[in-house]
């Protein structure tokens, strides 16, 4: 999508917290390539040098290598910006699970950290990253955002406390902030390796080295995957709104269609076997299923449509064949 047809102007800086970070430095490539000034603010504790490597001789993009976790750093990466995407986080249930007090650090007291820099800075509008995890045990079908559950993981109580405090931000010092609740993010660049990988790169290096994919459970639990191209235009959609009525709020950014996880692992086999005919024959493995896994996911989209114009581009299938192609180019 051409980002200028949602009428971005060209000279608003922006800055990208965890802009080295898969989603991230995704969205810092569409901003340059709209002209914009793009500021990246990364501590690289799980972004990547090589996802950015590429814009280094960009003028129009500045790297400040440091953690939301220190204040000074926030004001000083929000100084006369214009808007700020906080795509800045620990992610993974897992993760929250093992360590709920780094992921509280980084999740709640980073967030809080850069509204306060963004406070300071006038800046114009606060775009963050917000997760599904929020819908927790709720059990209504599709999400919509006013219902939500109780939140079954350490990393869903964090993300659920960034909604509560930008709410607060909003009602108290007039920051105007807009939150994108992810519904499990895919594409280009999104990292297959290490012990919190997502389930769409891990399987895909799994099955392009002959190996066995392991689902967690039956596989019948499904999930709104949702290509990063969508979420790109949301993200831009959402800064570049004039629409009043759509700010200081939360919205779903998915697909709105669900796919359980065998149906993902026959997607796959499928589209990988189109560059190596073996990869259809590889058995999955089921294992036991992850302690706060929400059993399904499918989000109602139609508050974005109707209060941001969010038209998604790419379901499942269209998005797993332009992933799949880039991960076989880059990490075959």
Known sequence: ???????????????????????GSNLCESLLSNGNTVICLDNFATGKRENIAGFASNNNFTLIEGDIRDLNTCKKACSNVDYVL?????????????????????NVSGFLNMLVGARDANVKRFVYAASSSTYGDSTNMPKVEEIIGKPLSPYAITKYVNELYADIFSNTYGLETIGLRYFN????????NGAYAAVIPKFVMQLMSHESPTING?????????????????N???????????????????????????????????????????????????????????????ASISKAK???????????????????????????
């Open 1 to 23: 999508m051409n980002i200028s047809s949602l009428k971005l102007d060209s000279s608003n800086t922006v800055l990208v917290t965890g802009g080295a970070g898969f989603i």
């Open 86 to 106: 906080h795509q800045a986080a620990l992610g993974s249930v897992p993760r929250s699970i093992n360590d709920p007090i780094t992921s509280n650090d980084v």
């Open 185 to 192: 993010v895919f594409g280009r660049k999104q990292d297959p």
């Open 218 to 234: 039956d596989g019948s639990f499904s999930r709104d995957f949702t290509y990063i191209d969508n979420v790109i235009q949301m």
């Open 236 to 298: 831009i959609r959402a800064i570049a709104s004039n629409n009043k009525d759509a700010i200081n709020t939360v919205y779903n950014v998915a697909y709105g269609e669900r796919t359980d996880l065998k149906q993902l692992v026959e997607l796959l086999k499928k589209y990988l076997s189109e560059f190596d005919s073996k990869i259809k024959n590889v058995e999955t493995i089921y294992g036991p299923q992850r302690t706060g896994d929400v059993p399904h996911s499918l």
């Open 306 to 332: 109707k209060l941001l114009g969010y038209n998604p581009e790419y379901n499942i299938e269209s998005g797993l064949k332009e992933a799949i192609s880039w991960y076989w180019k880059n990490l075959k």
